[in-house]
């Protein structure tokens, strides 16, 4: 039985997020699930569901629902705050929210370029900044995820925004690592290759390919990536297994990107 510990997901009503903390609570951590405001049914059925399980296994493991954008200052702020009032503690933070915009450079809406880069540059910063300040008063260390991509590796047709958003994810867990190594506190990023979830799937229609045919042809392995594949990866870097890994952006591609 691992050390009961809190966590929080960011962007977790659906997708990598959700499986990410059904994942951490059946770890046995309590999980704060985070998305915006417009999914929070989605969120409370999540919370329920991890509620249930964890009681049905005789775990005091818990859920809670605390929705925002991480893109606002103030709602990260009450993230870390509400977390701590319900759970006593801040342990892990994945900062998981990201959006996807396809558009060749040449064509680029700037308007949608600022929201991608805030969501998903500032919101990851927000997250790690805020989660530090908790983690460093608590002074026991503690975990930091945050999701790049393969297209953090390489670029890609139409992924102008987005490819540079996720290398950018890549330097922001480099440094932070860096700053934050002396308080034993980790911070690493997983890179997914083609997961099935509704952003995989909407990056594959802008080049009109078949899902299956395409995302399947993007691994040696030949099959399309499951949300667990990226939250089996999770639950190990925010382990005690992983005590020694800081600073990396691990891929679970299926090969797509060879390091
Ligand atoms: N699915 C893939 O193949 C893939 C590949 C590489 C990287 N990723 C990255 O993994 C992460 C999760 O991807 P996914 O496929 O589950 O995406 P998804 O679109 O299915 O889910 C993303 C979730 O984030 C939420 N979100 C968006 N903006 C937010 C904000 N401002 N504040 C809070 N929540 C917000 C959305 O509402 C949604 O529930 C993203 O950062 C994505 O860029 C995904």
Redesign the pocket.
Same mark, same amino acid.
Request: hydrophobic share 40%; charged share 15%; net charge negative.
């Given at each position: 039985m691992i050390d009961l510990k809190t966590a929080i997901v960011? %962007?977790? #009503?659906? %997708? !990598? =997020?959700?499986s990410i903390a059904l994942r951490l609570a059946s770890d046995g951590m309590n999980v704060v699930v /985070?998305? !915006?405001e417009?999914?929070t049914q #989605?969120l409370q059925e999540l919370a329920t569901e991890i509620a249930n399980s964890q009681a049905a296994k005789g775990s005091s493991a818990n859920a809670h629902v605390v929705t =925002?954008?991480?893109?606002?200052s103030s709602?990260v702020q009450n993230l870390i705050k509400e977390t701590v009032s319900k759970f006593g503690s801040l342990d892990v933070m994945v900062a /998981?929210? =990201?959006?996807?915009m396809m558009s060749r450079i040449e064509e680029v809406d700037e308007d949608e370029w600022d929201k991608l880069i805030s969501? /998903?540059i500032r %919101?990851t910063m927000l997250c790690f900044k805020y989660a530090a300040q908790q983690m460093i008063s608590q002074g026991k260390g503690g975990c930091m995820l945050a999701?790049?991509?393969?297209?953090g590796r390489r670029g890609h047709a139409g992924g102008c925004a987005?490819s540079t958003?996720?290398f950018a994810i890549r330097g922001l867990v480099q440094s932070s690592a860096v700053d934050l190594g002396k308080y034993q506190i980790r911070v690493n990023a997983? #890179?997914? =290759?083609? !997961?099935?979830?509704?952003?995989?799937r909407? #990056?594959l229609d802008y080049a009109k390919a078949d899902y299956e045919a395409a995302a399947k042809a993007a691994s040696p392995l030949g099959r399309v %990536?499951e949300?667990t594949d !990226?939250s089996n990866l999770a639950s190990f870097l925010v382990s005690s297994e992983s005590s020694f890994i800081t600073g990396q952006t691990y891929g679970a591609c299926g090969g797509f990107y060879l390091d």
């Open positions: 960011t %962007g977790a #009503a659906r %997708g !990598i =997020g959700r /985070n998305d !915006i417009a999914n #989605a =925002g954008d991480v893109s606002v709602d /998981n929210a =990201g959006i996807l969501v /998903n %919101g999701a790049s991509s393969i297209a987005y958003s996720k997983y #890179a997914p =290759g083609f !997961i099935d979830t509704d952003m995989s909407k #990056a %990536g949300t !990226i």
